[in-house]
């Protein structure tokens, strides 16, 4: 298979856990990326979490090029990796990234943060009984997460 049949895909690692799309956007300006800002693709731990990589594709092999001479440079005060890659790794990474329980919820997931340690499931549930139909909790009651189905409306 050519490269150009897999794409021309970097995966990235060393960013910074805060860093937004437009921020990696920019640091690979001289390149044209394939959807813009958008086809910035992070991935995420099994708790939700960046976990500092992402996967971008390129439009052309001269972008590509350009992008893999990124590599151990720096943005802000973080040297960035950036490694040849290609669609397939990237679908297969992107499709197992973020928490295990997600992909098979028809919904969205909801992080709890600092709740008030008297807080119980039953009153959060309680909170959200009006959007939320189906509720698979996990973890305990200062930080848990809520796998959800919006009720039909």
């Given at each position: ?7 021309y895909v970097?995966?990235?690692?060393g ?7 437009e ?11 394939v ?89 959060i ?20 997460e ?6 039909p409306?």
């Open positions: 298979m050519s490269l150009n049949e897999e794409g970097v995966r990235v690692r960013l910074p856990w805060s860093c937004t799309q921020e990696v956007a920019s640091f690979f300006s001289d390149c044209d990326i959807g813009k800002v958008n086809g910035v693709c992070f991935t995420y731990s099994k708790e939700g979490r960046p976990s500092g990589e992402a996967f971008i594709e390129l439009n052309m092999s001269e972008d590509f090029k350009t992008a893999l001479t990124k590599d151990r440079k720096y943005m802000g005060h973080r040297y960035i990796e950036v490694f040849k890659s290609n669609r397939s790794e990237m679908d297969w990474v992107l499709k197992r990234s973020g928490p295990a329980d997600y992909e098979s919820c028809s919904g969205c997931m909801l992080r709890l943060r600092g709740l008030p340690f008297g807080c119980s499931k039953e009153e549930v309680q909170f959200f009984s009006d959007t939320i139909s189906e509720i698979k909790e996990k973890g305990h009651h200062r930080f848990f809520l796998f959800y189905v919006q009720k409306k």
